[in-house]
């Protein structure tokens, strides 16, 4: 079992500031693809720090998607409501595999290509309420991440899901609280009030269906009784709040900060916005680490894997952000190089669990990105990004402010 370790050791891993990961990643791997630890809650779990090996964790259907035979007495990962703790038994991977074919059709390339025109409209009035700011209070520096940042993901969020533009302050609200990692009654507390809120969406929805993800689960309900056999629909409802905005958020607060840290990145993206956006927005996704944790699978059976043997249950955090700076795939992995040939990160998962909002995050990034630096090409950071810290107390981490001038 992990917690035959004889040296414990303890994640979340310290890390000297925002735009680089714990250097404990790279000593563990030098000892090892796959280390056992301690999470935050005491429990013992296994994180795995190299490309290869969360390659296959990710992909390796005997590792669970937050499953596990036992979910009220396996490990935790924190106190958070989300991404902490297996979200059902066994059968919860089969209704998964359902949702996945239920929700594809709404974030394949085409259709985001459908939306670019409604993504850059949002965006375009994001940067009008930055301007606002800034000419209201001459000198004094904008919040790109309250104005932008932050809040286009949760407009997009909102839409897509289909729960009213006047409630998006309120849900979001709810989810931040619902990530909270050291306050594990509160979190539960937030977790059981946006339940309830989307049950009463979803009346609401059975009697005028929209062109929304929760109307789509209606019509599935509809279709088949037994569709949300595993878990009520507003759970599931509730569940994509937080992936659908959390993590783009992050990314794209990384990205300004990665950019403009060194102003010559944003003038050789801009020398040829629409030629290297692409490769930008990649090594953007490639270098990220919003937080100090990881992503969650448990063995669904004994697994023999990096020379370890994990047991039946055990939890296993792969380190995503380690993996994608592994020397043993990435050259000079700890430099931000957007014209590095080698793209193939996992910033997104890997297998059938691959994140399925990929292309949105992508596009939303490259709309952003492009617009900021053509609305405002002498853009520069308010403050050095070395007296940032990354917001351990909540699963997605981040950063709370990007302060911008110009």
């Known amino acids: 079992m992990a917690s035959s370790a004889v040296e414990k050791l303890q994640i979340p891993f310290p890390r000297e500031d925002v735009l680089n990961i714990s250097p404990v990643y790279a000593k563990l791997r030098e000892r090892a693809p796959i280390i056992p630890v301690t999470t935050p809650t005491g429990d013992p779990a296994w994180v795995v720090v190299a490309y290869d090996e969360a390659k296959i964790a990710f992909s390796d259907r005997r590792f669970g998607y937050y499953t596990h ?40 390339p085409r259709r985001m290509t459908m939306l670019h025109e409604w993504v850059q409209s949002l965006t375009d009035s994001c940067l009008d ?5 800034h000419d209201k209070n001459p000198g004094m520096p904008v919040d790109f991440h309250e104005l932008l940042g932050f809040r286009l993901p949760v407009l997009v969020i909102t839409a897509l899901l289909g729960f009213p533009i006047k409630d998006g302050d309120y849900i979001i609200a709810l989810s931040h609280r619902m990530g909270a990692t050291n306050n ?65 958020v992050v990314r794209m607060d990384f990205g300004v900060l990665y950019l403009l840290s060194d102003p010559a990145r944003r003038d050789w993206l801009m020398a040829d916005p629409e030629g290297r956006i692409d490769q930008v927005v990649e090594e953007v996704l490639r270098t990220t680490s919003a937080h100090n944790y990881g992503l969650m699978r448990y063995a669904n059976e004994d697994i ?4 370890v043997t994990i047991r039946r249950g055990d939890l296993v955090i792969i380190a995503e952000s380690a ?6 795939m990435f050259e000079r992995p700890e430099e931000f190089d957007p014209t590095r040939k080698n793209t193939t990160h996992l910033s997104f998962g890997h297998g059938s669990h691959r994140c399925l909002g990929m292309s949105l995050a992508r596009m939303e990034l490259t709309t952003v990105f ?19 810290r990354i917001d351990n107390t909540r699963v997605g981490g981040g950063v709370d402010h990007v302060m911008l001038t110009w």
């Open 304 to 307: 023999e894997i990096g020379g």
């Open 184 to 248: 594990g009654s509160d979190a539960r507390a937030a977790a059981a009030e946006l339940t309830e809120y989307m049950r009463e969406l979803v009346v609401q929805k059975r009697d005028n269906l929209g062109q929304d993800l929760i109307s789509d689960f209606v019509r599935a309900q509809n279709e088949d009784p037994d569709f949300f056999a595993s878990r009520p629909l507003e759970s599931f409802a509730a569940g994509l709040v937080f992936p659908g905005h959390e993590t783009t």
């Open 129 to 133: 309420d930055m301007q606002a700011a």
């Open 370 to 388: 492009l617009s900021l630096f053509k609305r405002f090409p002498n853009v520069r950071l308010a403050d050095d990004p070395s007296e940032l």
């Open 323 to 328: 993996a994608n700076r592994d020397p043993a």
């Open 69 to 108: 035979h036992d979910p009220k007495n396996a490990a935790r990962m924190s106190d958070a409501a989300i991404h902490s703790h297996p979200m059902g038994g066994m059968d919860f991977e089969d209704q998964m595999v359902r949702m996945r074919k239920l929700l594809t059709p709404g974030f394949t």
